[in-house]
């Protein structure tokens, strides 16, 4: 059972209009959630993250929206870029210090010129 | 500065062959982890280390074995190929920092067959 949900295996936008990205996770312990962007052949990047203490965070062309209450959250990139293009994952850390992350399936997002 | 690298880029095993897949971080974390990557699915954690000396295991650790004798190197060892091995593996490394959570960082990669 899936922790964390991308329910979008995939996205396809035109260049300059908003990208919405959607996140689901169901356990509500769970208090810091991070974004991750990954092109073909390359490991993950780190692009945005959000506590939970929040309900909002951004970063330039990047937002990452959280809905505590949903369990739900969302990334916003504005306006997207064909360099956007990549596969987008949803995390979460477990509690404790190990402080491992739990990955959604994730969405490939394609930005067409 | 390198930051974490892994080899081999890709590697053909056979059943029942085994192989180590290196993994090197030269930013002095302390933690690093094993994940892989199965096609359509997101990283799952396979093992993890807090330190040199310290390993435990994460969500899909059987058929794997890890070690950690550097703060610098935390190598994967499959000892049995299977074809459910067939994956994408990363390995990870972050800062240990107290109440503050630290990012993780990524290595390029190793995609690994098992026919």
């Known amino acids: 059972d899936q922790q964390v949900k991308q329910n979008s295996p995939s996205l396809s936008v035109q260049e300059g209009r908003i990208s919405i990205l959607n996140c689901d996770y169901t356990n509500s312990m769970f208090d810091y959630f991070l974004w991750y962007k990954k092109y073909p052949a390359e490991g993950p990047t780190f692009l945005i993250s959000i506590s939970s203490i929040k309900d909002k965070n951004e970063d330039g062309r990047f937002t990452v929206f959280l809905n505590k209450s949903a369990k739900h959250l969302s990334l916003h990139i504005v306006p997207s870029q064909p360099g956007d293009s990549a596969v987008y994952f949803c995390?979460?850390?477990?509690?404790?210090?190990?402080?491992?992350?739990?990955f959604g399936k994730g969405t490939k997002l394609t930005v067409n010129p | 500065n390198a930051g974490v690298t892994q080899t081999p880029k890709f590697r053909i095993l056979k059943i029942g062959q085994s192989m180590t897949l290196q993994c090197t971080q030269d930013?002095?974390?302390?933690?690093m982890y094993w994940y892989r990557q199965d096609p359509g699915m997101g990283l799952k954690l396979i093992y993890y280390s807090v330190g040199a000396g310290i390993t435990d295991k994460g969500e899909v650790p059987n058929g794997y074995n890890v070690s950690r004798s550097t703060t610098e190197d935390f190598p994967l060892r499959l000892e049995l190929a299977a074809p459910s091995q067939t994956s994408v593996y990363f390995c990870?490394?972050?800062?240990?920092?107290?109440?503050?959570?630290?990012?993780?960082?990524f290595g390029p990669g190793t995609r690994l067959l098992v026919l």
């Open positions: 995390a979460t850390l477990t509690q404790g210090g190990s402080e491992k992350l739990v």
């Open positions: 930013m002095n974390h302390n933690y």
């Open positions: 990870a490394s972050r800062e240990q920092t107290s109440g503050r959570r630290e990012t993780q960082y």
